[in-house]
């Protein structure tokens, strides 16, 4: 981004694009120096869920995926030997997943890669601005949350 813009010159929505990427490309750029660099688009946020205890169910109404790209995910997931069925609490969801070692692994790279940005975050924002900008992304969330709620 243009650093001459003043913030305030520029759109919310165009910071929240320009910025976007930030943690996937940090996450791309891990996986592939640890060799899993097969690891499927949306891969990261279901084998780091899974590694944080979350089930295979939640964390795909999360990602609001489509049924299809849910089953793509899940079947490239499976394929890549990321994840397996699950065996435990969550075994009797109609999809219980766990992450293999190879899943474990990725999740580790996961946590890894958003440690560095957040890392990154702590030496250009103080405590403060951090707290405010955690602030403004939750109040975001939480209009969409109604909005959605609104529609139906």
Known sequence: MNQSNSIDEVPVPVLLRQARGTYSLAIRIRLSAEGLSDLPKN????????????????LLREMNLSDAQSEKLLGALLEGHFVEAAVGPYADDAI??????????AARAVGDAIAC??????????PEELLGFRNGLIALTEIKERTEESLH
Not at 96 to 105: F, I, M, S, V, Y
């Open 96 to 105: 219980a997943l766990q992450n293999t070692d190879k899943g474990l692994r």
């Open 117 to 126: 940005v957040n890392h990154e975050l702590s030496h250009m924002l103080t």
């Open 43 to 58: 891969g990261p946020y279901l084998v780091g869920g899974l590694a944080n205890g979350a089930n295979t169910e939640q």
